[in-house]
């Protein structure tokens, strides 16, 4: 019994000698160290420790981090900043870019650059008269009503003969569009061209006297849908004529001068006898639209010309 429990007894110090150099299960094995400082510091995972060699490594992967995303942000912010003030679209732009005459052509399919033009007086711009008012850019628009009653006291001819006598102020870099309409628009289409502006031209000018020789009144009359698309095709200027005393209601004339994106539009009103100082349709619209309005007395008109 003796012997057994020595036996025993030094199979339980060689058990305990073994153990002592096994590290706790669970816990973290220390990293060798070398010498120098250790910075110690515990974390959820365990502890850890650093040299300084281990601490320098990672500021220098830090900062070069840092700067990366420094300049991954400052990219994007410069780039939104440019995006804010860049057009998303490029308008006006003709799919060859030039007119005839080689001038940017920003109204080729009747499509511009809205708002009011740049350099209207910079001494290119035609100034264009028609019954005492005057237009001035490079642009124009003739919105002239042919109904019926036009056909009164001449009027058609006085109309015709004076826009005839306009379209001479206009250099071969200005362009023109003439609108005639009743019911519906009837459009100066050049050579069976689409419906656009064309380019003032010595050939262009002699088409359209030819065309607006051929006008005669005939059918009612929607000033609107005229007027529409007169906007439509971008002028700086539209010179609009009827002998309607009514025509556009309040909302319509409101619809015109929202749909319109910096047209002056100048209006002619014939009739017979002195204006009786009362602001009608035509009036109100011109000055909506930053134009100008000129009442005619038709029955002077006739005595003086």
């Known amino acids: 019994m003796s012997g057994v429990l020595h036996f025993v007894l030094m199979l339980v110090l060689v058990a305990i000698w073994t153990l002592r150099d096994k590290d706790p299960e669970g816990a973290a094995k220390q990293p060798g160290r070398s010498g120098g400082i250790v910075l110690r510091t515990t974390q959820p995972q365990g502890e850890r420790y650093d040299t300084q060699d281990t601490l320098a490594a990672e500021s220098l992967a830090a900062q070069s981090n840092g700067d990366d995303s420094f300049a991954a942000a400052a990219s994007t912010a410069a780039g939104a900043s440019l995006d804010r003030w860049l057009p998303s679209t490029l308008e006006g732009i003709g799919d060859t870019g030039l007119g005839n005459d080689g001038i940017p052509n920003t109204n080729r399919f009747g499509e511009g650059i809205s708002g009011r033009p740049i350099g209207k007086t910079n001494g290119q711009g035609a100034r264009v008269p028609l019954f005492d008012l005057v237009g001035e850019g490079h642009k124009f628009v003739y919105v002239f009503d042919r109904s019926l009653s036009m056909g009164q006291d001449d009027r058609i001819r006085f109309a015709r003969n004076e826009l005839i006598a306009s379209l001479k102020s206009l250099g071969s870099t200005h362009q023109f569009q003439i609108i005639f309409y009743n019911q519906e628009p009837h459009l100066f289409r050049p050579s069976g061209s689409r419906a656009r502006l064309s380019f003032a031209t010595d050939e262009n000018k002699t088409a359209a006297a030819k065309f607006v020789k051929s006008i005669t009144p005939s059918g009612a009359t929607n000033h609107e849908k005229a007027l529409m698309?007169?906007?439509?095709?971008?002028?700086?200027?539209?010179?609009?004529?009827?002998?309607?005393?009514?025509?556009?209601?309040?909302?319509?004339?409101?619809?015109?001068?929202?749909?319109?994106?910096?047209?002056?539009?100048?209006?002619?009103?014939?009739?017979?006898?002195?204006?009786?100082?009362?602001?009608?349709?035509?009036?109100?619209?011109?000055?909506?639209?930053?134009?100008?309005?000129?009442?005619?007395?038709?029955?002077?008109?006739?005595?003086?010309?």
């Not at 004339?253 to 100048?266: D, F, Q």
């Not at 602001?279 to 100008?292: D, K, M």
């Open 229 to 305: 698309m007169a906007i439509d095709l971008r002028p700086d200027v539209i010179f609009f004529l009827t002998d309607a005393g009514d025509g556009l209601t309040g909302s319509q004339l409101e619809r015109i001068r929202r749909h319109n994106r910096g047209t002056s539009i100048n209006a002619i009103q014939f009739d017979q006898g002195p204006h009786d100082g009362r602001a009608n349709f035509s009036e109100r619209l011109a000055h909506q639209n930053g134009g100008s309005f000129s009442y005619v007395d038709v029955l002077k008109l006739g005595r003086g010309r």
